[in-house]
T-cell receptor, first 115, second 114 residues
Framework: DAGVIQSPRHEVTEMGQEVTLRCKPI?????LFWYRQTMMRGLELLIY????????DSGMPEDRFSAKMPNASFSTLKIQPSEPRDSAVYFC?????????????FGSGTRLTVV | AQSVTQLDSQVPVFEEAPVELRCNYS??????LFWYVQYPNQGLQLLLK??????LVKGINGFEAEFNKSQTSFHLRKPSVHISDTAEYFC????????????FGQGTILTVHP
């Protein structure tokens, strides 16, 4: 298996522009998670899906952020409009089940810079 | 809700020396504990996990961790580190009402010097 695939690896955009991050989970994994990593706040869970349905989006910072999972093999995280404080590394992870003994498989991340 | 505290933000050590990265958790229910490693410009990789049974858990790359319920700790150890172990290490907990969600500590940057 190719693992969790994220694109793009790097994104530089101007403030106010729309940004779309993409994720392909491991085939057969029922759960998909979006995390944001910054120096100040560490790893923050933004949202997670189970069988393509959003379960908990309490970590989404504000209405400028939205996430979708139209099918089992694809998810997007969109920021519109983007702001410099959104600069971070965004990770996608998937898990076979939510059971307590299952860890996550992470993608390599998207490094977002908003100027 | 559960939480994780990694007691050291940075740990410098010389090659071939032993190392311990400290992690404490808080939870009112049984939890499952994980250690992840993040190499520069990469995603997180699972090092090891504690589910139940033996309190000493062995993982990849010669790392091991010991679960101590009375002290609510899950410290990571390696008897002899290599330059290639330089990375950031994250302790994480899952369980309780946050079923399915991993809560991460702030991370510990391990730097191995020659």
């Amino acid at each position: 298996d190719a693992g969790v695939i994220q694109s793009p690896r790097h994104e530089v955009t101007e403030m106010g522009q729309e940004v779309t991050l993409r994720c392909k989970p491991i085939s057969g994994h029922d759960y998909l998670f979006w995390y944001r990593q910054t120096m100040m706040r560490g790893l923050e869970l933004l949202i997670y899906f189970n069988n393509n349905v959003p379960i908990d989006d309490s970590g989404m910072p504000e209405d400028r952020f939205s996430a979708k999972m139209p099918n089992a093999s694809f998810s997007t995280l969109k920021i519109q409009p983007s702001e410099p404080r959104d600069s971070a590394v965004y990770f996608c992870a998937s898990s076979l089940r939510a059971g307590r003994d299952y860890g996550y498989t992470f993608g390599s991340g998207t490094r977002l810079t908003v100027v | 809700a559960q939480s994780v505290t990694q007691l050291d933000s940075q740990v410098p050590v010389f090659e071939e020396a032993p190392v311990e990265l400290r992690c404490n958790y808080s939870s009112s229910v049984s939890v499952y504990l994980f250690w992840y490693v993040q190499y520069p410009n990469q995603g997180l990789q699972l090092l090891l996990k504690y589910l139940s049974g033996s309190t000493l858990v062995k993982g990849i790359n010669g790392f091991e961790a010991e679960f101590n319920k009375s002290q609510t700790s899950f410290h990571l150890r390696k008897p002899s580190v290599h330059i290639s172990d330089t990375a950031e290490y994250f302790c994480a907990v899952k369980g309780g009402t946050s079923y399915g969600k991993l809560t991460f500590g702030q991370g510990t940057i391990l730097t191995v010097h020659p």
